[in-house]
């Protein structure tokens, strides 16, 4: 196992975790559907110009099979995602889709690939999920709404399944071209159902908040996950993006003041575990079937 990739896969989960901070800059009250449209156009439109210019895409040629299904699956992540936030709040939206997706990953690994996660991937796992949920457990949103926990429980499958789609894309055409690809195609989903336009991104203060998140939180966040993706297993990558909420949690203690109860301090450990043990363990194990 590449320890390179895990870090790889680590990072760009931090970077998704700056998100939520960053909107807290946006003037405009615009939908969260837009704001990922906008996001996603960004992103993945500068990376599209720039491996056009490079010659790395042809149309031709391209795998467009796997990109159709990465890009639909993002961005009905995305629309489940908000959409079950608006039922459950926050904090019980985050943890069910965040927590459900390396299950789901797992399974379909299974299913699909026939590959079993290894014991490592279930401690692991197991760690990170308790500690998502104990991070969360001071918010104090208890409204729980059956369908908006449907919505996130399916948000967290399409994740999932978004990122098996995209193992299987970047095992046919480079990283940046496939990362530009996904997201021009998922910014040209969203835009239509948005229903602020674009416009919006440059009143005000909105542009550089706008620019970061589709430049920092996307073109490099996922070029990231998906190089590292490249080298681990699906699975894997999704426990490992359960860094996102820890550090969104952690920017809202630093930078926005947030206060994080004694049981949340116990949940950041779970989860900062649950990350070491798959990141060193996962490469002991690839060590140990290498001298096999």
Sequence with gaps: MNLVAYIFVLLA????????????????????????????????GVLFFVALSMGKINFKTWSWKWTILAALTIALFQSLFFTSVRFTGVALGTVITIGSSPVFS?????????????????????????????????????????????????????????????????????????????????????????????????????????????????????????????????????????AEPLTAALLGVFLVGEYLSPTSWVGVVLLLGGIVVLTLGSRKVGENNSIK
């Design 13 to 44: 989960a931090m970077l998704w975790g700056t998100v939520g901070t960053t909107q807290t800059f946006l003037q405009a009250d615009v939908s969260s559907i837009a704001v990922a449209a906008v996001r996603s156009a960004i992103g993945g």
């Design 106 to 242: 797992g399974l379909v690994e299974w299913a699909i690939w026939k590959r079993k996660p290894n014991r490592v991937w279930a401690i692991a796992t197991a760690l990170a999920i308790i500690g998502c949920v104990l991070l969360f457990v001071n918010k104090g949103e208890t409204s729980v709404n059956p369908f908006g926990i449907l919505l996130a429980l399916c948000a967290g499958l399409v994740f999932a399944l978004y990122t098996n789609c995209s193992k299987q894309l970047t095992e046919k055409e480079e990283t940046l071209p496939a990362v530009a690809m996904t997201f021009t195609l998922c910014a040209l989903l969203l835009l239509p159902f948005s229903g602020d336009g674009v416009m919006w991104a440059f009143e005000g203060q909105n542009l550089l908040p706008m620019i970061f998140m589709g430049l920092a939180a996307t073109s490099i966040a996922y070029l990231l996950f998906l190089g590292g993706l490249e080298r681990i297993p699906s699975s894997s990558a999704v426990t490992l993006s359960l």
